[in-house]
C-alpha cells in the first residue's frame, strides 16, 4: 500500500494482533441495572460461576476498573452482555 493510497487492509485472524479472547469467571453477583438482557436469548440471568468473554474495559463513573463482557450459550448465541467491575471476575489462565 502506498502513502497516497486510501484503501485499507482487512484484518485475518492469522494477523499477530489478533488473539484468543480471555475469559473470566464471575464470582460476584451483577446488578441487573448493569446487564443488558436486550443484547442475548435473555435465557438466564448472569450467576456466580459463569464463565464469560472479555470485550474491552473502561474507566466507571466513579473512577473504578470496568468492563464489557458476554456470556455465549453452547452455541456461541449471545444469552447476555454486562458491564462488570474488575473486582466481579476472576481471570481464567490461557
Same mark, same amino acid.
Given at each position: ?7 485499507? #487492509?482487512?484484518?485475518? !485472524?492469522?494477523? !499477530?494482533?489478533? $488473539? ?32 464469560? #468473554? ?5 474507566? $466507571? ?28 471476575? #476472576?481471570?481464567?489462565?490461557?
Amino acid at each position: 500500500m502506498s502513502d497516497d493510497d486510501d484503501s485499507v #487492509e482487512p484484518c485475518r !485472524a492469522s494477523d !499477530a494482533s489478533i $488473539g484468543t479472547p480471555l475469559k473470566a469467571r464471575l464470582i460476584a453477583d451483577i446488578p441487573m441495572q448493569r446487564v443488558d438482557m436486550r443484547a442475548g436469548d435473555g435465557s438466564s440471568r448472569p450467576a456466580v460461576g459463569d464463565i464469560v #468473554e472479555l470485550d474491552h474495559g473502561f474507566t $466507571g463513573p466513579n473512577g473504578e476498573s470496568m468492563g464489557i463482557v458476554v456470556c455465549f450459550n453452547d452455541d456461541r448465541s449471545v444469552r447476555w452482555v454486562a458491564d462488570i467491575m474488575d473486582s466481579e471476575i #476472576e481471570l481464567i489462565p490461557q
